[in-house]
Nanobody
Framework: QVQLVESGGGLVQTGGSLRLSCAAS????????MGWFRQAPGKEREFVGG???????SYGDSVKGRYTISRDNAKNTVYLQMNSLKPEDTAVYYC????????????????????WGQGTQVTVSS
């Protein structure tokens, strides 16, 4: 059974940093593309960042230059380093995993992902 468990969310002031982690189990992690999405109240789920099985990355326009996605295949974990946080970054952040063969590229839409975590709340105060 595939499980994705996010951690690292919390309350931070504007300009601060957080690092989210997503621990995966029940899958061959190195074969999967991974992604981070976020959803604020009343808004659709938004692509934040993605990483292919080979390490290629892509980011949503609103976080480029501030967020960095990375993966550690030995730990079955994907990370999201978030710097220069803004109040508009406040949302529930979700980790997602995509099966091969799609996993050779970075995937940016929710429908391309097969498994989802429960989410972790990030709140940025002004």
């Amino acid at each position: 059974q595939v499980q994705l468990v996010e951690s690292g969310g919390g309350l931070v002031q504007t300009g601060g940093s957080l690092r989210l982690s997503c621990a995966a189990s029940g899958l061959t992690f190195s074969s999967y593309a991974m992604g981070w999405f976020r959803q604020a109240p009343g808004k659709e789920r938004e692509f934040v960042g993605g990483i292919s099985r080979s390490g290629g990355t892509s980011y949503g326009d609103s976080v480029k230059g501030r967020y960095t996605i990375s993966r550690d295949n030995a730990k079955n974990t994907v990370y999201l380093q978030m710097n220069s946080l803004k109040p508009e970054d406040t949302a529930v952040y979700y980790c997602a995993a995509a099966l091969p063969p799609r996993s050779f590229i970075v995937l940016v839409t929710t429908r391309e992902y097969d498994y989802w975590g429960q989410g972790t709340q990030v709140t940025v105060s002004s």
